[in-house]
């Protein structure tokens, strides 16, 4: 069982940035695939950000350059840095560890770009 919690929501103004943080209980060095995904009011769940074991990365089409994703094996995190951030990325974020076997999921954090 992997414990995922995420942190670093909350309310930023269009152009702004924000970082996310997601605590892993597992050595991240072990995970498959580590992302972040994100889900608006009436859409499905996206990928916004990943990366694998071997740390590479893949990104939303959206993203366009705005994120950045990382992880950090010696703190068992990874975050993602969102950048030039837009009203259209209104959505709650969740954090993902993949097993081929085993998909993880963190409860979310909110994060509402508004003027």
């Known amino acids: 069982q992997v414990q995922l919690v995420e942190s670093g929501g909350g309310l930023v103004q269009p152009g702004g940035s924000l970082r996310l943080s997601c605590a892993v209980s597992?050595?991240?060095?072990?995970?498959?695939?580590l992302g972040w995904y994100r889900q608006a009011p009436g859409k499905e769940r996206e990928l916004v950000a990943s990366?694998?074991?071997?740390?590479?990365?893949n990104y939303g089409d959206f993203v366009k350059g705005r994120f950045n994703i990382s992880k950090d094996t010696s703190k068992r995190t990874v975050d993602l840095q969102m950048n030039s951030l837009e009203i259209e990325d209104t959505a709650v974020y969740y954090c993902?560890?993949?097993?081929?076997?085993?998909?993880?999921w963190g409860q979310g954090t909110q994060v509402t770009v508004s003027s």
């Open positions: 993902n560890a993949y097993f081929p076997w085993a998909d993880y």
């Open positions: 597992e050595y991240v060095s072990r995970i498959y695939t």
């Open positions: 990366v694998d074991s071997h740390g590479n990365k």
